[in-house]
């Protein structure tokens, strides 16, 4: 069966710092992957999507970045952090099916301090 | 563009009474809408989806959703609910072939015993 792991779960970083979140989905291959972000009261917003390895979009601009340097493994990352950059990051995958279903894994809480 | 609307963002119901959660849609094609629902701390699962067809669908854990294109509404209901069943419930549109949903700000349910 599939499965998708984010880690870490919780993270405090000071303003300026860097940021590494990382996602994994195990039990399927060439899967479309997606960060959001989910603020208080604002729902979820997409940062990025891809469809392959190289192969990333971005939705809104910002101060992250994505990468997918392995198949089924997707990376969100920042060099400075903000403080608006505070919230709760999840990572999704949606299988080469396209049933249209998205699979999230269990989010990474950011606080900037 | 595509836009989902959650007019309610926090409903008290009591426990075995029914449950309605609105959802009014913008999408410039024919919609494919979902329910997720986010325990506290957790990621999203998929509660029900629709993509054409009966326009009553049946999800997990009792809920169902209908489909009024003419009110470009997707409300969720459940008859009975349990105090499982507090929780953020997210109404999402989009394309499927991309996964690239819209999702609505959510709302918060709270059942009281």
């Known amino acids: 069966s599939q499965t998708i792991h984010q880690w870490p779960a919780t993270l405090v970083q000071p303003v300026g710092s860097p940021l590494s979140l990382e996602c994994t989905v195990e039990?399927?291959?060439?899967?479309?992957l997606y960060w959001y972000r989910q603020a208080a009261g604002r729902g979820l917003q997409l940062l990025f999507y891809s469809i392959g390895i190289d192969q990333i979009s971005s939705e809104v601009p910002q101060n992250l970045s994505a990468s997918r340097p392995q198949d089924r493994q997707f990376i969100l990352s920042s060099k400075k952090l903000l403080l608006s950059d505070s919230g709760f990051y999840l990572c999704?995958?949606?299988?080469?099916?396209?049933?249209?279903?998205?699979?999230f894994g269990e989010g990474s809480r950011l606080t900037v301090l | 563009a595509q836009s989902v609307t959650q007019p309610d963002i926090h409903i008290t119901v009591s426990e075995g009474a029914s449950l309605e959660l609105r959802c009014n849609y913008s999408y410039g094609a024919t919609p494919y809408l979902f329910w997720y629902v986010q325990s506290p701390g957790q990621g999203l699962q998929l509660l029900l989806k629709y993509f054409s067809g009966d326009t009553l669908v049946q999800g997990i854990k009792g809920f169902e959703a209908e489909f009024k294109r003419s009110q470009s509404s997707f409300n969720l209901r459940k008859p009975s609910v349990h105090w499982s069943d507090a929780a953020e419930y997210f109404c999402?549109?989009?394309?499927?072939?991309?996964?690239?949903?819209?999702f609505g700000a959510g709302t918060q349910v709270v059942v009281t015993p």
């Open positions: 999402a549109v989009g394309a499927i072939s991309w996964g690239k949903l819209q």
């Open positions: 999704a995958w949606m299988g080469t099916t396209a049933t249209g279903e998205l699979f």
């Open positions: 039990g399927t291959s060439n899967p479309n």
